[in-house]
């Protein structure tokens, strides 16, 4: 199984009030194996009993199973997709270059 890490020297999540916005910058190339998939965007956290994502049609939690940082409940950021039916997380690393990730982890590091 191959292994692609993106490295983000800033990574902020807000609190409750804020519905746990996540924001991240900062990408570091030179440490990182894959593109700049999260670039400049910040997205509040969802819920299937909380619906704070982009889509006002769609409620993304609750169509994907589960909690997020959504967008329009194919996006996650403004590079990474999350397919529904194959649960898989679309990575683009760069122009035309999308991996689907049957696993994505986030690390926090100080």
């Known amino acids: 199984m191959q292994s692609l890490k993106a490295i983000y020297n800033n990574f902020v999540v807000a609190d409750e009030s804020d519905f746990y916005q996540l924001t991240v910058g900062n990408f570091d190339s ?7 998939g999260m670039a400049g ?8 009993d909380d619906d704070n994502d982009k889509s006002s ?3 993304c939690a609750d169509l994907l199973g589960g909690g997020f940082w959504y967008g329009y409940c194919n996006s996650w950021y403004n590079d990474v997709s999350v397919t529904g039916s194959a ?4 990575w683009k690393a760069s122009f035309g270059v999308t991996y689907l990730l049957q696993q994505a982890e986030m690390y926090v590091c100080q």
Not at 30 to 36: E, I, L, Q, R, V
Not at 41 to 48: E, V
Not at 87 to 90: A, D, I, L, P, Q
Request: net charge positive.
């Open 30 to 36: 030179t440490k990182s194996t894959t593109g700049n």
């Open 41 to 48: 965007r910040s997205w509040k956290f969802s819920t299937t």
């Open 57 to 59: 049609s769609r409620h």
């Open 87 to 90: 649960n898989k997380f679309g």
